[in-house]
C-alpha cells in the first residue's frame, strides 16, 4: 500500500466505528481527517517508549499492541492488550492526563496501522461536535467497565481462574500474542501458563 492507500484505510475503520453509534458530519469528517496522523507499526516495533511525553489519543485501524510500564525493579510487566475492533482505542494515562513522560511502553505484535489525534485536537472535536463526545462518552463507559471488571478478575481469582477467563472472553489474546506477554500480565511464567491453559482447555471441554 502506498501512504494515501494506509490513511484511506485507517480511517475508513475509524470512520465506520464511530457511525455505527452515531451519525456525524460532513464537517466533521473533514476536520477529523486535517487533524490525525496515520502510522505504520512493524511487528515487535514500538509505537510508545518509556520516557516521552505522549499525550495523543491513538485507534488501531489494523493490527494488536501490549502496552507494558517498567516497575522499580526495573522488570518489565505487561499490564494490558489492545486488538483491532476490540480494544482499539489507547492513550498514556500519565501524560495524557498530566503532561508527564509516560512510564508506558507500546509494542505491536504484527504489523499494525494506527491513527494518531494530538490532544488539543481531540478536545477541538468535543467541544465543537456534540455526537462525538456523544460516541466518545460511549466507548469511554466500556473501557471504565470493562478495565474495572479486569481489574477485579485479577484481584480475587486464582492463576488458573484468569487464565480461564481469558479464554472464554478474550480468545484472541492467545492468537495474537506470544506466551511470555500473556505470563508478564498474569504473572507467572511461560511454562506455568502453557500448563495451566491445557488444564482449561481440557476442563472447558468437559
Not at 465506520?16 to 496522523?37: A, C, E, G, N
Not at 477541538?124 to 460516541?135: N, V
Not at 477485579?152 to 511470555?180: C, G, H, T, W, Y
Amino acid at each position: 500500500m502506498s501512504e494515501n492507500d494506509f490513511k484511506s484505510y485507517a480511517l475508513s475503520k475509524l470512520f465506520d466505528r464511530i457511525k455505527k453509534k452515531v451519525t456525524v458530519s460532513d464537517d466533521f469528517i473533514h476536520k477529523l481527517t486535517s487533524f490525525v496522523q496515520v502510522l505504520t507499526v512493524g511487528n515487535k516495533k514500538y509505537l510508545i517508549k518509556q520516557g516521552r511525553v505522549e499525550d495523543n489519543l491513538y485507534f488501531i485501524a489494523k493490527g494488536c499492541f501490549s502496552m507494558s510500564r517498567v516497575n522499580n525493579n526495573g522488570k518489565i510487566k505487561t499490564i494490558g492488550f489492545y486488538i483491532e475492533n476490540v480494544r482499539d482505542y489507547i492513550i498514556c494515562p500519565d501524560s495524557y492526563y498530566y503532561g508527564l513522560p509516560t512510564d508506558y511502553q507500546l509494542k505491536a505484535h504484527e504489523h499494525s496501522i494506527v491513527i494518531s489525534i494530538p490532544k488539543t485536537k481531540f478536545v477541538q472535536l468535543l467541544e465543537e461536535y456534540p455526537e462525538y463526545l456523544k460516541y466518545c462518552s460511549t466507548e469511554a463507559e466500556f473501557y471504565f467497565y470493562s478495565t474495572l471488571e479486569m481489574h477485579n478478575v485479577m484481584i480475587s481469582s486464582s492463576k488458573a481462574e484468569i487464565i480461564e477467563v481469558l479464554l472464554r472472553d478474550f480468545p484472541l489474546i492467545f492468537q495474537k500474542f506470544p506466551s511470555r506477554a500473556i505470563a508478564a500480565y498474569i504473572g507467572i511464567t511461560p511454562e506455568w501458563l502453557t500448563k495451566l491453559r491445557k488444564k482449561a482447555l481440557r476442563k472447558a471441554k468437559h
